[in-house]
């Protein structure tokens, strides 16, 4: 991560903006609460993660905030806990009436389902005795709630891109696409060379299937179409919906991800990773996440000479179209004895100071919070280049919306895991949209949909 910012690229996402100026909020702990007293034993709080695939940038969070936060905090201990399969870990360990005093879900919808059954600490009035809201985008902030009610603090905001093997496009001169039509020509051209054109898989996560589903459907479809289905004016077995799904179908039909199905469900991530960085793979569309790994698969550190970029998802129009999401949020465990200690660590994590030194030193996104600009030094210049484009398509209008942020729960199940029948040939595009929409519509006269932002 080499170059700076430039400041018409700091405006990361549509609303999930970055003031770069007056910001407020402190970079470490503020003090109250249980704080207040200085114990003589620190508070010992709980956090479990995914432990390390390899890299540097595996553990930099760590060393970059946890640790930090531990050696000034006079009152606090956070003991990070490398939990395989942390999420699924949890998620059991809570419904028990156990897991970790800090709770981390893999997007809003998740933590949705974990306050409707009373598994969070209701935050509001930690929010207010924190000041989170000066901190936070409003917007993004929003997505916490549950009815009236804050239950989680939105972090990694993300969009998708189109990355590609640089070095296997020159020597081939193909030239990355800009609209769909240009990418299905394409990967038939890849296939053809006897190249994988796409290197994704479902093995480690198989939500991953949605990510697919909303990228087709806001680069097919349109955003202002899918803006019209989140609220209500426009049915999700809509013919344009069903093009966008039939497309993606296509794709799984001929094998152009990881080489066929049976692949696609069973190569682990860092083998895919490995085969787009040494040349097998030639493309792979997945998030902003990406960019805290991907040079473990390219050039010196992956033993081979090759280079990566990347560009917007292709759009039938050809427009820059970038979807705008919240990867993960962090609540409170209702089970947590300290929730005071708690509320004063997510402080300190989700302070601008923090977030930003994550972005520039371990390269991954960071929350929705008004970052100052000199904290956004040593960007990786391709980064730089994917931020700059996003801010300029949110100027443009041209946002798209992620399915683990806006859908709502149980919607959001269903798109990830009914779309494995379609591919599987057992239901229609048609018949897989119709399902959709009747979850989708019992979501929503019931109120569960996350807060959409205007048009």
């Not at 919808?109 to 936070?136: K, M």
């Not at 427009?319 to 209702?334: E, K, P």
């Not at 008004?370 to 484009?389: H, Q, S, V, W």
Request: with cysteine; glycine share 10%; charged share 20%.
């Amino acid at each position: 991560m080499r170059k700076n910012f430039a400041l018409q690229g700091l405006r990361l996402f549509l609303l999930l903006m970055f003031t770069l100026a007056g910001c407020t909020a402190p970079a470490a702990p503020a003090t109250g609460g249980e704080s207040a007293a200085v114990p003589t034993e620190k508070i010992k709080l709980s956090l479990w993660y995914n432990p390390p695939s390899g890299g540097e940038t595996a553990v930099c969070w760590l060393d970059t905030s946890i640790n930090p936060f531990n050696e000034q905090s006079e009152t606090i201990m956070v003991e990070a806990v490398a939990q395989p399969n942390a999420w699924d870990a949890t998620r059991t360990a809570i419904a028990g009436g156990g897991g970790p005093d800090i709770v981390t879900t893999p997007g809003p919808s998740f933590a949705y389902e974990l306050a409707q059954a009373g598994q969070l600490v209701a935050l509001d009035d930690l929010a207010t005795i924190e000041g989170w809201a000066e901190s936070f985008v409003p917007w993004a902030l929003n997505l916490g709630k549950v009815g009236d009610k804050l239950y989680s603090l939105p972090a990694e905001q993300e969009t998708l891109v189109l990355y590609y093997n640089k070095t296997l496009f020159e020597a081939n001169g193909w030239t990355p696409p800009t609209t769909m039509d240009e990418m299905m020509a394409l990967a038939e051209t890849i296939n053809a060379a006897g190249i994988i054109p796409f290197a994704q898989s479902n093995a480690d996560w198989r939500p991953a299937n949605e990510h697919y589903v909303g990228e087709f459907l806001n680069h097919v479809a349109g955003p202002q179409k899918v803006y019209e289905a989140l609220t209500g004016k426009l049915a999700w077995d809509d013919p344009v919906f069903v093009q966008a799904i039939s497309m993606l179908n296509d794709i799984q039909q001929k094998g152009w991800f990881m080489g066929g199905l049976d692949k696609y469900y069973t190569v682990p991530d860092s083998e895919a990773s490995a085969a787009f960085g040494n040349g097998e793979a030639a493309m792979r569309m997945t998030g902003s996440w990406y960019l805290g790994g991907i040079n473990d698969f390219f050039g010196e550190a992956a033993g081979n000479t090759n280079e990566w970029d990347a560009v917007p998802v292709p759009s039938m129009t050809g427009d820059a179209i970038f979807d705008i999401g919240i990867g993960s949020t962090w609540s409170i465990n209702a089970a947590s004895e300290h929730p005071e200690a708690a509320a004063e660590f997510l402080t300190y994590w989700f302070s601008p100071a923090v977030q930003g030194e994550i972005l520039a030193k371990c390269g991954f996104s960071p929350a929705p919070v008004r970052l100052k600009a000199d904290a956004l030094t040593g960007i990786d210049p391709r980064a730089a280049k994917i931020f700059e484009a996003v801010g300029a398509a949110s100027d443009a209008g041209n946002y798209g919306y992620t399915t683990w942020t806006f859908w709502p729960p149980k919607s959001g199940v269903y798109i990830y895991e009914e779309i494995e029948k379609v591919w599987a040939g057992d239901m229609t595009a048609e018949e897989y949209l119709a399902g959709l929409q009747k979850q989708f519509q019992e979501e929503l006269a019931a109120g569960d949909i996350p807060p959409i932002p205007e048009r």
